[in-house]
């Protein structure tokens, strides 16, 4: 992908000069490290180097521009799509000391971070505040705010508050000259010209290093409501999306569509978890709101969902009465392990207008019947925000892999979908880029790196196809 640099000695002597010594890791420092959270094997970055700061983030990429060296932004290494997968001619820059909490302002309901703060800490200290960062997905724990912001990744909260982009009021990021950009806003409303804070948010890192954020912050719920219901069609699924919707007032957080395949799976042993309604529907929906008055929201919920059963839309439901019993349904919605123990998993984030899903997921289903029979499927999603993941698992072949890719993704073109809801292109979904994206767009982008990245030294191979 890229070649081997023509002096690396000099140009990690320069970067030590800039970081100090002891954080230019190489050899056994960086082989000792995974390659990431679902690849254990050993990182093969040239060197890993970790500055303290946006002004040592600026000097190392200014040096690495110089020598024209590929670098490749590292998180937590959380992310799906192998965009952090560093090759072994590439440096990764790591921002895993700058874990500032720098500000909450619990008026203005913002917080001013540095990238590498783990999400989990966030949402922590928002909640110490009395307020909340919306945001949260299974990786919190070590996804770093940085990496969320450049992913845009979305999780469980988006139909109510958005995927992180809509989290984010300001950045500040440095280009691969080493040039800062200090797009710290505070406000909701800022309409001063170009909102430049958009070009570092979900480009992976092809753009820029984002170094600091300003967040923003919601009030914090006091209560959730949830329950599972069983749905016989999917019309009734997206009859019953916008009957809770509507009848919540807004107050809709979650609403997780399992197919039966999926629900039957994560219920039925060696699974851990139990069925809480019969494994006979088509459809089963984990339906979830929360505000802030308990008793008054509990009440309001559970007139939605009757109002469902009365009108038929629903055919059983659980509604639940404790915090351990919600947590129990998102664990089984959340179990996807299951899936794993089944063979090679080839996992999908695709996204669609609701109108068109039905039909995707038969045709889809039906191409994988036929092409790869082998393979079982399991189909599962946010239904809510028209994510659906899809997942075959079975014998590991990689050309069984690319097959089961086209089944997944060209019929997305026809109905306007994405191969990439939530996830990114990363170098995993490149070569389907051109599914969903149009030529003018693709251009577009190429226009965009080529301004702001004009020698391609950041994450090259990744996000654009050449
Ligand atoms: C168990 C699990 C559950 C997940 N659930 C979800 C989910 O529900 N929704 C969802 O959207 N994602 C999900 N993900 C994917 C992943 O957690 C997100 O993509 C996350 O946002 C990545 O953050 P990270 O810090 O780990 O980034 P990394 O993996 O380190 O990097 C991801 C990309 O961003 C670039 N990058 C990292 N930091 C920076 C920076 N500071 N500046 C510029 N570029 C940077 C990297 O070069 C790379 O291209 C899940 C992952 C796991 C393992």
């Avoid at 799906?80 to 203005?108: F, K």
């Avoid at 999780?155 to 797009?183: H, Q």
């Avoid at 016989?232 to 699924?237: A, E, I, L, M, S």
């Avoid at 129990?328 to 068109?356: C, K, Q, T, Y």
Wanted: aromatic fraction near 6%; include cysteine.
């Amino acid at each position: 992908m890229n070649t081997a640099p023509a002096d690396p000695a000099s140009l990690l002597a320069r970067l030590a000069d800039i970081v100090g010594p002891a954080h230019v890791l190489t050899g056994d420092d960086v082989r000792s490290r995974a390659v990431g959270w679902a690849d254990h094997g050993p990182c093969q970055a040239l060197a890993i180097v970790r500055p303290a700061s946006t002004g040592e983030v600026s000097q190392v990429l200014a040096a690495c521009h110089d020598a024209g060296q590929p670098v490749v932004p590292f998180g937590g290494l959380t992310g799906l799509v192998r965009g952090a997968v560093a090759g072994a001619y590439e440096i990764a820059l790591s921002l895993e000391r700058m874990q500032r909490i720098e500000a909450v302002d619990p008026v203005g309901r913002t917080m001013t971070v540095e990238a590498g703060v783990p999400l989990q800490r966030i949402q922590e200290v928002a909640e110490q505040n009395g307020l909340l960062y919306p945001v949260d997905f299974g990786a919190r724990g070590s996804a770093h705010i940085g990496g969320s912001v450049a992913t845009n990744a979305g999780g469980n909260g988006v139909i109510r508050y958005g995927m992180t982009r809509d989290s984010v009021l300001g950045l500040e990021a440095v280009l691969a000259d080493g040039t800062i950009i200090p797009a710290l806003n505070q406000m909701l409303k800022n309409n001063a010209a170009y909102d430049v804070k958009q070009l570092f948010i979900g480009t992976e890192g092809t753009l820029g290093v984002v170094t600091r954020l300003v967040l923003r912050l919601r009030e914090l719920p006091r209560g959730n409501q949830a329950a599972l219901v069983a749905c016989p069609t999917f019309g009734d699924v997206t009859r019953l999306l916008k009957h809770m919707d509507s009848a919540l007032g807004g107050a809709l957080s979650a609403f997780e569509l399992m197919w039966n395949g999926f629900y039957r799976l994560v219920t039925t042993p060696p699974a851990r978890g139990t069925p809480p309604l019969s494994q006979e529907h088509e459809y089963y929906v984990l339906v979830e709101s929360s505000g802030g008055d308990p008793a008054r929201d509990q009440a309001q919920f559970e007139d939605a969902v009757g109002a469902a059963l009365e009108a038929g839309i629903v055919v059983d439901a659980v509604i639940c009465t404790s915090e351990a019993q919600r947590e129990s349904l998102w664990a089984l919605r959340d179990d996807v392990e299951g899936i794993f123990r089944s063979g090679m998993p080839v996992a999908f984030d695709v996204s669609l207008p609701l109108a068109a899903m039905e039909g995707y997921v038969a045709e889809v289903v039906g191409r994988l019947e036929r092409e790869w029979p082998a393979y079982r499927r399991f189909v599962f999603g946010h239904l809510g925000d028209g994510n659906l993941h899809i997942i075959a698992t079975g014998p590991p072949d990689a050309a069984a892999r690319h097959g089961i890719e086209r089944c997944v993704y060209e019929p997305l073109a026809a109905r306007g979908g994405s191969v990439s809801a939530e996830h990114g292109i990363g170098r995993e979904k490149l070569p389907w880029l051109p599914l969903c994206r149009s030529p003018a767009e693709l251009a577009l982008m190429r226009k965009l790196k080529q301004a702001l990245d004009p020698k391609g030294i950041l994450n090259p191979g990744r996000v654009l196809p050449d």
